[in-house]
């Protein structure tokens, strides 16, 4: 079993940056492949961004060249870097893992956090 936390969310303003930390416990990470979801009022939970387990990142059209996805596999933690917040990533947050490699689809992952909310203002 894994646990997963995240944390970092908050109210920033538009052009802002944010870090959100997904801290694991019950395993190491080094053998998962980590993504970020989000989910706004009324839509459908999407990708973010995945870091694989066997190295590599993928960040989704809509946040590419804005967010960054690092792991640091020694603190079980792994990041989001947002940067340049548009009030369209207003959303919740949600950390997600599977054991080796895994896809774009929210059915591969089967370990998820709680969420934290991230509230972009204009």
């Known amino acids: 079993q894994v646990q997963l936390v995240e944390s970092g969310g908050r109210l920033v303003q538009a052009g802002g940056s944010l870090r959100l930390s997904c801290a694991a416990s019950g395993r190491t990470l080094g053998s998962y492949s980590m993504a970020w979801f989000r989910q706004a009022p009324g839509k459908e939970r999407e990708l973010v961004a995945i870091s694989w387990s066997g190295g590599g990142t993928y960040c989704a059209d809509s946040v590419k060249g804005r967010f960054t996805i690092s792991r640091d596999n020694a603190k079980n933690t792994v990041y989001l870097e947002m940067n340049t917040l548009k009030p369209e990533d207003t959303a919740v947050y949600y950390c997600?893992?599977?054991?080796?490699?895994?896809?774009?689809?929210?059915?591969?992952?089967?370990?998820w956090g709680q969420g934290t909310q991230v509230t972009v203002s204009s």
């Open positions: 997600a893992g599977r054991q080796g490699v895994a896809g774009t689809a929210r059915s591969n992952y089967n370990y």
